[in-house]
Structure formats: C-alpha cells, structure tokens
C-alpha cells in the first residue's frame, strides 16, 4: 500500500490569502489526485495531477484558483488562492497505487482548512 | 440525478445484527466499484473491491448488478468499531484518464 501525507493538516488563514498544500507520497504513484470535502458532504474532485504537464480540472474549478504542481512522481501541491469563507473544507490528496495486481487508491490524512 | 446515491442514513443497529446499505450510480460506463470507510475526521480508506460475481471478506459482503447498475454492502454480525460512513465509490476509465465518483456516504452507528 502507498502512505501519503500531507502538510499542513490543518489552517486557519485570512480571506484573500492564499495556502498551499503539501502531498508526499512514499512510492511513485501513476495517478495523483485532488479533492475537496466539505463539512457534511462527500469528497468531490478538483483535478487530476499529472507528472509534468497541467492538471486536468473537473467542472467547476479552474487553475487560477487551484493551482497545482507535479514536479514528480511522488509529490505534489495544491494552492487555494485568493480565498474565502466558501473555500473552508478539508482538502484531500489521493494517488494511485498498485497492490495486489489492482489499482486501489489511496488517501492522504486531508488538510482541515479554515478561512475567516 | 447524481452519479452515485446512497441512503444518508443514520443507521443506529444494535451489536451483531446485520445491516444492508444499498447504492445506485447512473453512468452505464462505470467500470469499478468500490466500498470506503470514512471515520469521523478521518480520510477514506478502501474497504473493498465489487465484482460482478459479488465477493465477500470475512463479514462484508459485496454485490453488484450491472444491469440494474446497483451496488450493495451487507455486514454481518456487526460490530461497535463498524461504526463510520460507508462511501459507494464509482470508477469511470475514459481514454486512460480514471475518476472515482463518490456517494455521500451512509452513516452507521452500531449501538451496544
């Protein structure tokens, strides 16, 4: 199985800040991924992260304001810009592995994000 | 109509009885399908794989019906530690690129 962290776990951050988040994987994973969970609700995804190229986005999101890095096969960022109350979720990193000879993603501990 | 939907539940079951959650997604093309546990405050971990023959692992039991495209998830002899949110999760692979589609998860609390 892959183990992924993340950093930091949880931020309280002003509106109009931005924040990055930190996804470390201890493998190298295919597949990287962003998501979004908001208080009560499932994950949604934000976008894929690909190793070298720009991230694909899901419908409703945009790269100006999640920004996102793939410098490798093992790590990667996410950058809440420009934020506001509404962006207050926990924030998850997921990637890819392989185990058992099937695909089984694998979730990071998620950043608890808090915007005044 | 959303892609994947659960019952919100909560289910309050008293130790050791069993329990039924039951799952429906919309997207004939979904090509995996999964079972996450979601502890309070915690992220999603994978449960178990769903196979069309169905397939089971100790107390869990999972099945799938492709043609009515409905998935379930049924716990035998259930446990306090069984209590958490039971994600039904989609996997659509489309031109290489994979998206798991998440339900909102059904809330379980296995009451002593």
């Known amino acids: 199985s892959a183990v992924i962290s993340q950093k930091p776990s949880r931020d309280i951050c002003q509106r109009g800040t931005s924040l990055t988040i930190q996804c470390q994987v201890d493998?190298?994973?295919?597949?990287m991924f962003w998501y979004r969970q908001q208080p009560g609700q499932s994950l949604t995804l934000i976008a894929t992260a690909n190793q070298g190229s720009e991230a694909t986005y899901e419908s409703g999101f945009v790269i100006d304001k999640f920004p996102i890095s793939r410098p490798n096969l093992t790590f990667s960022t996410l950058t809440v810009s420009n934020m506001s109350p509404e962006d207050s979720s926990i924030y998850l990193c997921?990637?890819?592995?392989?185990?058992?000879?099937?695909?089984?993603?694998?979730f990071g501990p998620g950043t608890r994000l808090t915007v005044l | 109509r959303k892609e994947v939907e659960q019952d919100p539940g909560p289910f309050n079951v008293p130790e050791g009885a069993t329990v039924a959650f039951n799952c429906t997604y919309s997207n004939s093309a979904s090509q995996s399908f999964f079972w996450y546990r979601q502890d309070c405050r915690k992220e999603p971990k994978l449960l178990m794989s769903?196979?069309?023959s169905g397939n089971e692992d100790g107390r869990f039991t999972a099945q799938l019906n492709r043609a009515s495209q409905y998935i379930s998830l049924l716990i035998r002899d259930s446990k306090l530690s069984d209590s958490a949110t039971y994600l039904c999760v989609v996997n659509i692979i489309n031109f290489g690129n994979e998206k798991l589609t998440f339900g909102t998860g059904t809330r379980l609390t296995i009451i002593p």
């Open positions: 769903v196979y069309s």
């Open positions: 493998s190298q994973v295919t597949m």
């Open positions: 997921s990637a890819n592995g392989l185990a058992g000879g099937a695909d089984t993603q694998y």
